[in-house]
Each structure stands twice: as C-alpha cells, then as structure tokens.
C-alpha cells in the first residue's frame, strides 16, 4: 500500500487474474496458513462460547429476558468502551505478541467456568464477570489480528483473497459451531462445554508462535497524543465517505443481527421449548448460507460492479429477520422459515463480509490500520452491545414474538439508508490508501 500508486484504479477482474498469474498464491504462504488455521479453529470454539454462555445462564441460573440480554450486552460492550484506546496502542507495538497475550487470558477464563461450576463457586454475576473479562480480551485481539493480516499477505493484490479465505473460516465456524454446540451442551451441560472454546484459543497460541515472517516494528513517533490519536483515527474513517458509509450501516447491521439472534434464542428456549440440540441445528444449518457467501465471493465480485454486490449483499443481511415473526403453522414449518431466515442473513454477510474488509485494507495505510479497525470495532461492536441489550428489554416488555416484529421492521428500514450509501455506487476496489474507487 505505497501512496505512489498507479493513476488508474485496477478492477477486481484485474486482482483476480494477478492472483493467478503474476503472484503466487495464498495456499503457498506457510505463515498465513498458519494464522488461517489457528484463526479458523478459535471462531469455531468462540461459536460455542456464542451458545453455551446464554444457555448456561438460563438452564443454570434461570436467567430472565433482561438478564440474558445483559449478558450479551457485556460480551460486547468491551468494543464500545476500551476498542479506540487499544488501536492507539496496538499501532504502536508489534501485533503477534498482543494476539498471543490475549489468546491466552481467553484460554484461562473460559477454562474457570467449568472449574468454578463444579467446585460449586459459579453464580450469574460471576458469570457475566467473566463475559465481559472474555470480552475485552477478544477486543485486543480482533484490533490487532485485521492489522495483521497485510503483515503477512504483503502485497494488496492479495487482499481480497485473503479475507474470503478469512470469511470463509468465520462462515464455517458458524455452519459447525451452533451443531456442535447444541450437542456438547446436551451431553455435558453448558459450563462444560466451554473447554472446547479454551481449548481452541491453546491452538491459535500455537498456531502464532509457529509463524516466522518478521513484524516490523511501528516507527516511533516524536510525540504521543493519546486524544490526537484517538481522534485521528475516528477522523480518518469519518473523513472519507466510502468508509464512513462502511462504518455507518455497519452499526445497523450488528444491532440488527445481534438483536435478532438474541431474541430468537429467547423465542425459542422460553415460547416454543426448543432444545439446545434443535437450536443448534437451526443456526448450524442456516449458517451454511454464510459458507457459500464467503465461498462465492471472489468470483461475484470479479463479475459484477462492487457496489452492486455490496448492495444485494447487505440487503439480504438486513431482509433476513423479517421472515422469523412470518413463520407460522406446524412445527416443522416454522423451523424450516427460521433456517431459511438465518440462511438469507448469512449469505449476505458471506459476500459482504470479503468487501468490507477489503476496502478498508484498500483504502488504509498500516500506520493507521489499527486505529481505523478500533474505530470499525467500536461502532460495529458497539451496535452488537446495544442490540443484545435492547433485545432483553424488548422481549421483556413486548414478549418475544412482539419484540421479533419491531426488529425485523427496523432492520428493513436500514436498506433505504444501504441504496443511498455511496459504497453502493462503487464500481472496483482502490489501488491504494486514500484513493477512492471510481464510482458509476
């Protein structure tokens, strides 16, 4: 990401047919397989901690509504308050060393769960202590771990290429982590099955301290501004429109789906006695949508306009919900209109997913990157925060049905605000940090 770049933007075709040809491929960067690998195995431990922590406080502890959404709520709040000040500082400090520590306070915290159950010293507010502890520690490591990346890929021809194999990992962990989910915690209980989460952050320390491409260390600067960084950082992404449109609907986004899924999981557990196992299946199968996404991304992008793509992509995300309060009749139809809803969310979040992270590598120099993630991190997080919480409160208030209705319109609304977003009028990726793509 050099700020001399070519006059003329490269199309995504072009950064296709340079993947094949001119430069090797990611499948032959050892060090990005490793990271990939180890990344791959802590999404879908992190999938049953997404599963078993709910589900621990309510079959353990008969959690209320509003004590399930609190609980969700300070998951997440950790990106809204603390994720601006670990960019600053992780841009400037090498990033493995930070991923590795963060890794392991993962790998301890969950591991107390089981061990604090059986020794009979687990209670809700430990519980949702040790939530939010988990939190702040995934914090540090998903600022850290995007900045990362084009430390290891190098060259941005590779970027797209890198983040659908990345959203393909995030998609197959979500096909396989709620089934596997469902079934550990039917067979072992929810506290329990929390080891296999601690257990795969142990693989990504490994799969970090195997890699061997040198870090640069970040220049030291003649003065450090905690505020001016701060503020560069948010500034950098609010100045420019593509990313300030990016970060926006992104917020829409997380609180919609975070809304939805907490809601549902209520829905589900308390109104229609769903079994862990069959609401495991439910988000297990409907999650394959997110593996096709990722998996047909690269190839929809190099066909088709980014922004169209980009369009479609986020309007099925923010359409999906609205098929759960519709579902009504048998049993097995009502499943089958929840899958095909979770189905249609993924799906788009697979494909809009590679051009979300792509565009930000585009667009950001590595001076800046972990800023402008923390930056990304909080609003888009901070939406996810405040849509668990809202989503206790509502189904409080209104009973889960009702509370479904009320998201589902909401997040529908937020596609007149996507048609408007100039990302959708992008026509290819920037060639370089501060250029924009040419628009159509």
């Given amino acids: 990401m050099t700020p001399n770049a070519p006059t003329s933007a490269p199309t995504v075709a072009d950064t296709t047919e340079a993947d094949t040809s001119a430069r090797p491929s990611r499948w032959r960067n050892g060090d990005f397989l490793r990271f990939w690998l180890g990344e791959t195995v802590s999404l879908l431990g992190t999938q049953v901690t997404n599963l078993a922590l709910p589900l621990t406080a309510i079959n353990a502890f008969g959690a209320t509504d509003e004590q399930v959404g609190l609980l969700r709520f300070l998951q997440l709040v950790p990106y809204l308050g603390l994720a601006l000040l670990i960019g600053v500082w992780t841009d400037r400090a090498r990033r493995r060393p930070v991923m590795l520590g963060a890794n392991l306070v993962r790998l301890v915290l969950l591991g107390l769960v089981p061990l604090l159950y ?18 702040i520690a995934s914090v540090v490591f998903d600022v850290s771990w995007m900045s990362y ?30 089934g596997l989910a469902g079934v550990l915690v039917s067979a072992l209980g929810a506290p329990v099955a929390l080891v296999v989460d601690a257990c795969s952050y142990a693989v990504s320390l490994v799969s970090l301290l195997l890699i061997r491409t040198p ?19 948010l500034g950098w992404v609010m100045r420019d429109g593509v990313l300030r449109a990016l970060a926006l609907i992104g917020f829409c986004c997380n609180f919609s789906m975070i809304t939805v899924w907490t809601m549902f999981l209520l829905y589900g557990t308390h109104d229609l006695r769903l079994g862990s196992t069959t609401l495991g ?15 047909i ?18 309007s099925a995300l923010l359409l999906g919900p609205t098929l759960i309060p519709a579902a009504t009749g048998p049993r097995p139809v009502m499943i089958g209109m929840f899958v095909l809803s979770f189905f249609t969310t993924y799906l788009g979040l697979g494909v809009a997913g590679v051009i979300i992270v792509s565009l930000r590598q585009a667009v950001t120099p590595q001076s800046m990157m972990g800023r402008m993630t923390a930056a990304f991190r909080t609003l888009l997080f901070g939406g996810g925060a405040l849509g668990g919480l809202s989503a206790g409160l509502l189904t409080g208030q209104l009973g889960a049905r009702g509370a479904l209705t009320v998201a589902a319109a909401g997040s529908a609304v937020v596609v ?25």
């Fill in 118 to 135: 059986w020794w009979h010293a687990l209670d809700l507010p430990v519980l949702m202590v040790i939530a939010c502890a988990v939190g």
């Fill in 149 to 178: 990346v084009p430390v290891l890929v190098k060259s941005p021809e590779h970027y797209v290429e890198a983040s659908a194999r990345m959203g393909a990992s995030s998609s197959a962990a979500d096909v396989a982590g709620p």
């Fill in 215 to 233: 870090e640069p260390r970040p220049e030291p600067a003649a003065e450090r501004h905690l505020l001016r960084e701060l503020g560069d950082g």
């Fill in 281 to 295: 299946t439910v988000f297990a199968v409907a999650s394959v949508g997110g593996l096709i996404g990722a998996l």
């Fill in 297 to 314: 991304s690269r190839r929809v992008i190099a066909r088709f306009p980014l922004g169209r793509v980009y369009l479609v992509a986020q």
């Fill in 416 to 440: 007149i605000g996507l048609v408007l977003s100039p990302v959708s009028r992008l026509q290819d990726l920037p060639s370089s940090p501060g250029r924009q793509a040419t628009a159509g």
